[in-house]
């Protein structure tokens, strides 16, 4: 557990969680339930900004909103200063009926289909993130339609794939997004972009992976990325933003460092330094700098109750707790072996001495929340809340198995929202339609 101000085990020995006991919000909204802490949300918002401001001046903080994307989410994040990077036309259409302006957002993909580029480049799109070259005449066109000189951004790989305490460094480019710096494609695509009318070269973006402690890969990466921008440079060719992405790590068990806030300002002051002193060295034109993350801003904000159902215990090989949630609200076992951690949200003091494997209600074997999780000794009916959910969860769930996909509250000083209300059955057959032919 990393425990906070905003999440901690109260006087009764129950979870608290923006000041809402579990059993609580368990009372009033069910389970299974995803709930989201809006002070941390806030928090760290607030700190990547000032750090940004503090360390650097020109810059950016910007939401990767597929790790949460929801109308309210947009609200918050754009009342606390940060911009928003979108995915889809589906994000962007959030956003928007949020009341969150193109201007402040970017607009990614490694294959956008024109009624996107249409709905970014109509509704002013701040950047577009140009990902491969097939994309700029499509995208040329639609901003001629509009009358604008679109902005963008080319994504590239500098050759670092990071991912928690490893980092390699690689020519290899195999990735399905970005063009590589070493092989050369992404000076070709800069190039291309002068060709069009009405694209504007305004910078380069990269990210080299997610879920990363390890400092050292940022530093790496923006040397690379520092590097080509002086050989633009050199070419007559200015950078005016360098975005570097997210992929701030967070806390899922005690095999990671738990942050605080303050940890997060020192990991931003850090990449803010490194772009500072390595554009003085390299003696180049300052970009604005823009980063991304998604996870570091509402992944610890997060935690999902569930009800213990069913208990399994194959005795000397394994003990599943089966709960009423499963890969449909939480796929990320089934897609990364992912881990988590838990606690019995109502006996939260309780010693944790089981070790436990939480399963789905899913006809999947892989419908797995986490193995290994340390626990008190379930009972049926015991809440099992499920600590940083708040990223990849929500955005991810689905409607397998016609489960209904949980709602969201938002937690405030003990007072909780919906910001995604429940589903009912009735939504599962909404779109459904028997043919005629089928009567
Ligand atoms: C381009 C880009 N930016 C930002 C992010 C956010 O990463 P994280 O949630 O790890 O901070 C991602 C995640 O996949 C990404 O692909």
Same mark, same amino acid.
């Given at each position: 557990?990393?425990?906070?101000?905003?999440?901690?085990?109260?006087?009764?020995?129950?979870?608290?969680?923006?000041?809402?006991?579990?059993?609580?919000?368990?009372?009033?909204?069910?389970?299974?339930?995803?709930?989201?802490?809006?002070?941390?949300?806030?928090?760290?918002?607030?700190?990547?900004?000032?750090?940004?401001?503090?360390?650097?001046?020109?810059?950016?903080?910007?939401?990767?909103?597929?790790?949460?994307?929801?109308?309210?989410?947009?609200?918050?994040?754009?009342?606390?200063?940060?911009?928003?990077? %979108?995915?889809? $036309?589906? #994000?962007?259409? @959030?956003?928007?009926?949020?009341?969150?302006?193109? +201007? &402040?957002?970017? !607009?990614?993909?490694?294959?956008?289909?024109?009624?996107?580029?249409?709905?970014?480049?109509?509704?002013?799109?701040?950047?577009?993130?140009?990902?491969?070259?097939?994309?700029?005449?499509?995208?040329?066109?639609?901003?001629?339609?509009?009358?604008?000189?679109?902005?963008?951004?080319?994504? %590239?790989?500098? $050759?670092? #794939?990071?991912? @928690?305490?490893?980092?390699?460094?690689?020519?290899? +480019? &195999?990735?399905? !997004?970005?063009?590589?710096?070493?092989?050369?494609?992404?000076?070709?695509?800069?190039?291309?972009?002068?060709?069009?009318?009405?694209?504007?070269?305004?910078?380069?973006?990269?990210?080299?992976?997610?879920?990363?402690?390890?400092?050292?890969?940022?530093?790496?990466?923006?040397?690379?990325?520092?590097?080509?921008?002086?050989?633009?440079?050199?070419?007559?060719?200015?950078?005016?933003?360098?975005?570097?992405?997210?992929?701030?790590?967070?806390?899922?068990?005690?095999?990671?460092?738990?942050?605080?806030?303050?940890?997060?300002?020192?990991?931003?002051?850090?990449?803010?330094?490194?772009?500072?002193?390595?554009?003085?060295?390299?003696?180049?034109?300052?970009?604005?700098?823009?980063?991304?993350?998604?996870?570091?801003?509402?992944?610890?904000?997060?935690?999902?109750?569930?009800?213990?159902?069913?208990?399994?215990?194959?005795?000397?090989?394994?003990?599943?707790?089966?709960?009423?949630?499963?890969?449909?609200?939480?796929?990320?076992?089934?897609?990364?072996?992912?881990?988590?951690?838990?606690?019995?949200?109502?006996?939260?003091?309780?010693?944790?001495?089981?070790?436990?494997?939480?399963?789905?209600?899913?006809?999947?074997?892989?419908?797995?929340?986490?193995?290994?999780?340390?626990?008190?000794?379930?009972?049926?009916?015991?809440?099992?809340?499920?600590?940083?959910?708040?990223?990849?969860?929500?955005?991810?769930?689905?409607?397998?198995?016609?489960?209904?996909?949980?709602?969201?509250?938002?937690?405030?000083?003990?007072?909780?929202?919906?910001?995604?209300?429940?589903?009912?059955?009735?939504?599962?057959?909404?779109?459904?339609?028997?043919?005629?032919?089928?009567?």
């Amino acid at each position: 557990m990393n425990l906070r101000d905003t999440l901690k085990i109260n006087s009764a020995g129950v979870l608290e969680i923006g000041g809402a006991a579990a059993t609580e919000l368990v009372k009033s909204f069910g389970t299974p339930l995803y709930v989201l802490d809006e002070d941390y949300i806030r928090k760290v918002c607030r700190a990547f900004v000032k750090t940004m401001n503090e360390e650097y001046g020109d810059g950016n903080v910007c939401f990767a909103s597929k790790a949460l994307s929801c109308m309210a989410m947009y609200k918050l994040i754009g009342d606390e200063g940060l911009k928003a990077d %979108v995915v889809s $036309g589906g #994000e962007m259409y @959030t956003a928007l009926r949020a009341g969150f302006k193109g +201007a &402040d957002m970017y !607009f990614h993909g490694n294959n956008k289909l024109p009624k996107e580029i249409e709905l970014a480049v109509s509704n002013g799109v701040r950047i577009i993130v140009v990902d491969n070259l097939m994309e700029l005449p499509i995208i040329d066109s639609i901003a001629k339609k509009y009358s604008v000189l679109q902005k963008v951004l080319v994504r %590239v790989n500098p $050759g670092v #794939e990071a991912h @928690t305490h490893h980092f390699v460094q690689t020519a290899r +480019a &195999d990735s399905k !997004f970005g063009c590589s710096i070493a092989l050369g494609e992404a000076d070709i695509v800069i190039d291309a972009v002068k060709e069009y009318s009405n694209l504007d070269y305004h910078g380069l973006h990269c990210h080299i992976g997610s879920q990363i402690f390890d400092k050292t890969a940022y530093i790496i990466a923006i040397d690379k990325m520092t590097s080509f921008i002086k050989a633009l440079e050199d070419r007559g060719i200015i950078t005016n933003e360098l975005n570097l992405g997210g992929g701030f790590g967070i806390y899922y068990t005690e095999e990671d460092p738990k942050y605080t806030v303050d940890d997060y300002s020192e990991y931003v002051a850090t990449v803010a330094r490194g772009v500072k002193s390595m554009i003085e060295t390299k003696q180049i034109r300052k970009p604005v700098l823009t980063i991304e993350p998604g996870r570091a801003i509402v992944g610890e904000a997060g935690i999902t109750l569930y009800s213990a159902g069913m208990i399994r215990d194959i005795k000397d090989i394994k003990k599943y707790v089966a709960i009423d949630g499963g890969m449909f609200d939480n796929p990320r076992y089934a897609l990364y072996n992912s881990k988590y951690s838990a606690v019995i949200a109502n006996r939260a003091n309780a010693p944790a001495d089981e070790i436990v494997t939480i399963a789905g209600k899913c006809c999947e074997s892989g419908d797995i929340i986490s193995k290994n999780v340390k626990l008190a000794k379930v009972e049926e009916g015991d809440i099992i809340a499920v600590f940083s959910t708040g990223a990849y969860n929500y955005s991810m769930s689905s409607n397998y198995n016609r489960n209904l996909v949980p709602p969201v509250v938002l937690v405030k000083d003990g007072k909780a929202d919906y910001i995604v209300r429940p589903q009912s059955y009735e939504d599962l057959v909404r779109h459904d339609v028997i043919p005629a032919r089928l009567k």
